[in-house]
């Protein structure tokens, strides 16, 4: 298996756009869960999935974010419109239900200018 | 005053050394700990996991969780440069169960083992 995708690995975009980041889990896995980690604050969880539902998305800081499961294999995180304090490094992680080892992606390196 | 308390570091080490890593926490709920390693640049990936209270020892790393103290730590024996990483705790009251069981990290120490 090729582990969790995540595209694009580095995104830089002026303060105003949108962004969009995308996510493909391991096959079969059947949570999803996007974090953000800075330098200041370490890794949070902004929302996690459950069989492409969101069950808790009590993590996202604004309304500006927002994210998506349309199905098993992809999942989308938004920030529109980005600032410059969305600057982080954002990974999407997946596992399966029983088991405690969340597989995590290589992240996506977002600056915003 | 965050759940899970982790000092960032960085902590700098000669190779051989004895590494200790610990986390403090504040939610008596916690029963599933784990530690991740990250290195620059990569996403982190799960070391070690230890449910309740105990050691675990695995290879040169041994967890252990004094949940009387809400205290955990990760030691690591002859250090080597290929240790070199970010260390993070993380934690869970119960996984999988409603909308709990989400991992809860720590900030993660930064180590450097040097030749």
């Known amino acids: 298996d090729a582990g969790v995708i995540q595209s694009p690995r580095h995104e830089v975009t002026e303060m105003g756009q949108e962004v969009t980041l995308r996510c493909k889990p391991i096959?079969?896995?059947?949570?999803l869960f996007w974090y953000r980690q800075t330098m200041m604050r370490g890794l949070e969880l902004l929302i996690y999935?459950?069989?492409?539902?969101?069950?808790?998305d009590s993590g996202m800081p604004e309304d500006r974010f927002s994210a998506k499961m349309p199905n098993a294999s992809f999942s989308t995180l938004k920030i529109q419109p980005s600032e410059p304090r969305d600057s982080a490094v954002y990974f999407c992680?997946?596992?399966?239900?029983?088991?405690?080892?969340?597989?995590f992606g290589p992240g996506t390196r977002l600056t915003v200018t | 005053q965050k759940e899970v308390e982790q000092d960032p570091g960085p902590l700098s080490v000669p190779e051989g050394a004895i590494v200790s890593l610990n986390c403090t926490y504040s939610?008596?709920?916690?029963?599933?700990f784990m530690w991740y390693r990250q290195y620059s640049r990569k996403g982190p990936e799960l070391l070690m996991y230890?449910?309740?209270?105990g050691n675990k020892e695995d290879g040169r790393f041994t967890a252990q969780v004094d949940k009387s103290s809400k205290y955990i730590s990760l030691f690591i024996r002859d250090s080597q440069p290929s240790d070199s990483a970010t260390y993070l705790c993380?934690?869970?009251?119960?996984?999988?169960?409603?909308?709990?069981?989400?991992?809860?990290f720590g900030q993660g120490t930064t180590l450097q083992v040097k030749p």
């Open positions: 993380a934690m869970s009251d119960l996984l999988f169960s409603g909308n709990t069981g989400k991992l809860i």
């Open positions: 999935f459950n069989n492409n539902v969101p069950i808790d």
């Open positions: 230890t449910y309740s209270s």
């Open positions: 992680a997946s596992s399966l239900w029983g088991y405690y080892e969340q597989y």
């Open positions: 096959s079969g896995h059947d949570y």
């Open positions: 939610n008596s709920a916690f029963q599933y």
